[in-house]
C-alpha cells in the first residue's frame, strides 16, 4: 500500500470497526457483480466455441469458479484502492469506503475467494485452467492494481489483459491447452479495453485527478486521449473480424462484426472531432456505451452460431 | 463490544450465506466426483 493511503483514516479503512455490519449484499457488491456478469459471459462463450464437449456439471464448476474468482480480483481491488474510492464520486459508494465492511474484511474475503477457486478449479475441472485462473487474479491485483493503475497512463493498456482472459480460460478449462482462437479471443478484450476505459475517463477526468490516478485525459489532455481513442478502435475493428478469418466464427460473425467495427470506429471519429461542449461529453458517453454492446454482441453472435450449428452451414454454402 | 438487533440480523443472514456456500460446493464436488467417476466406470477394462 502506498504512503498516502496509509495516512487515510476512515471507518472502512480501520480495521476492526463496523467490522458487523456488512451484509451479505455488501459483501456481494464488493465481488463487482456488473464486471463479474461480462467475465462470467465471455468465459462461457469461450468454453462453447472450443472444440469437443465438455460435462454441463464440469461447465457450470468452470463457470462458478470463473466467477468467483472475478469476485476475489473486485474484493482485492477494493481492499487496496479503498483511499482512492473514496475519493471518487463513482466509487464512493462502495462498501468499503462507506465503512460497511473494513478493509481487513474486503483483504481476507478476496483472498478466500481467490485460493479457493483456484484450487476448486484444478481439482474439478483442470490444471491448466486453474493456472490460468490464478494468473489472472495475480496480474490483476499486482500488476494492474497495485504496480500500473496509480502509475502510468498505460495502465489501462497493460491491465487490460486481465480482463482479455476470462475466454481463455473458458477454452482452456475445455480443452487444457491455448491454440489460436482463444489468443484471439483474447486480442479482441484486450485492444477492446483502452478504447472503452479512455471513453468513460474523458468525461471523469477530474473525479481521476483528484484521486491522482494518472489516466491518459489526466495525464495528457483530451486531445491526445481522442487521438488514442482513434488508433485502437481503427486497430480493434479488424481484430474483432479475426474470428472470421480463423474459422472460429461464420458468415453470420462476419458480416456483423464488420458492421459493429465500422460503427465503433465512427463513434471513435465523433469522439475525436468533437472536443468541447456537451458534444463532446456525449460522443464519449455514446462511444463508452457502445462499446459495451459492440463486445456483448460480437461474443453473443459466436456463441449463437457454434450453439445452433449456422457457423457451419455457412462455410459450406460458401 | 455490543451488537445492535440490526447487526445480529446481518450477522445471522451472513452466517445462513456462508453455510448455503458450503452446501453448494459440497453438492459441487459431489456432482463432478459422480461425472467423473461415472465416465471412468464405463471405460473400465475387466
Known amino acids: 500500500m502506498t504512503d498516502t493511503s496509509m495516512e487515510i483514516t476512515r471507518p472502512g479503512l480501520d480495521a476492526g470497526a463496523l467490522s458487523n455490519t456488512g451484509s451479505v449484499g455488501d459483501f456481494f457488491a464488493l465481488m463487482k457483480p456488473r464486471v463479474m456478469s461480462l467475465v462470467l459471459f465471455t468465459a462461457f462463450v469461450g468454453l462453447i466455441v472450443a472444440p469437443g464437449s465438455m460435462h454441463p456439471v464440469l461447465g457450470l464448476a468452470t463457470l462458478i469458479c470463473i466467477g468467483v474468482g472475478a469476485g476475489a480480483s473486485g474484493a482485492l481491488n477494493m481492499w487496496y484502492d479503498a483511499d482512492i474510492d473514496a475519493i471518487m464520486q463513482r466509487t464512493a459508494a462502495r462498501p468499503v469506503p462507506r465503512g460497511l465492511i473494513s478493509a481487513d474484511q474486503a483483504l481476507t474475503f478476496g483472498t478466500v475467494l481467490a485460493v479457493g477457486s483456484v484450487l476448486t478449479m484444478g481439482l474439478l475441472v483442470n490444471w491448466p485452467a486453474a493456472l490460468l485462473l490464478a494468473f489472472t487474479i495475480g496480474f490483476y491485483l499486482f500488476v494492474y492494481t497495485m504496480w500500473l493503475k496509480r502509475r502510468t497512463p498505460q495502465n489501462i493498456v497493460i491491465g487490460g489483459a486481465a480482463g482479455a482472459f476470462p475466454p481463455m480460460i473458458g477454452w482452456v478449462a475445455a480443452t487444457g491447452t491455448i491454440s489460436l482462437e482463444p489468443i484471439v479471443l483474447f486480442l479482441i478484450i484486450f485492444m477492446w479495453t483502452p478504447p472503452h476505459f479512455w471513453a468513460l475517463a474523458l468525461n471523469r477526468s477530474g473525479d481521476y485527478s483528484r484521486a491522482g490516478i494518472p489516466m491518459l485525459p489526466v495525464t495528457a489532455g483530451g486531445d491526445v486521449t481522442r487521438r488514442q481513442i482513434l488508433i485502437y478502435s481503427l486497430i480493434m475493428a479488424p481484430i474483432g473480424m479475426l474470428p472470421a478469418v480463423i474459422g472460429l466464427g461464420g458468415m453470420a460473425y462476419m458480416v456483423l462484426s464488420g458492421l459493429l467495427g465500422a460503427v465503433f470506429v465512427v463513434l471513435a471519429w465523433r469522439v475525436f472531432s468533437r472536443r468541447e461542449g456537451r458534444e463532446a461529453e456525449q460522443a464519449a458517453r455514446q462511444l463508452f456505451g457502445f462499446s459495451i454492446l459492440y463486445l456483448l454482441l460480437l461474443f453473443a453472435v459466436l456463441l449463437t452460431e457454434h450453439v445452433s450449428g449456422v457457423k457451419a452451414i455457412a462455410w459450406i454454402s460458401v | ?46
Open chain 2, 1 to 46: 463490544m455490543q451488537l445492535t438487533d440490526e447487526e445480529k440480523k446481518r450477522r445471522r443472514t451472513r452466517s445462513i450465506a456462508i453455510a448455503c456456500t458450503l452446501a453448494g460446493m459440497v453438492v459441487l464436488f459431489y456432482l463432478v466426483t459422480i461425472v467423473r467417476l461415472g465416465s471412468n466406470v464405463a471405460n473400465r477394462t475387466f
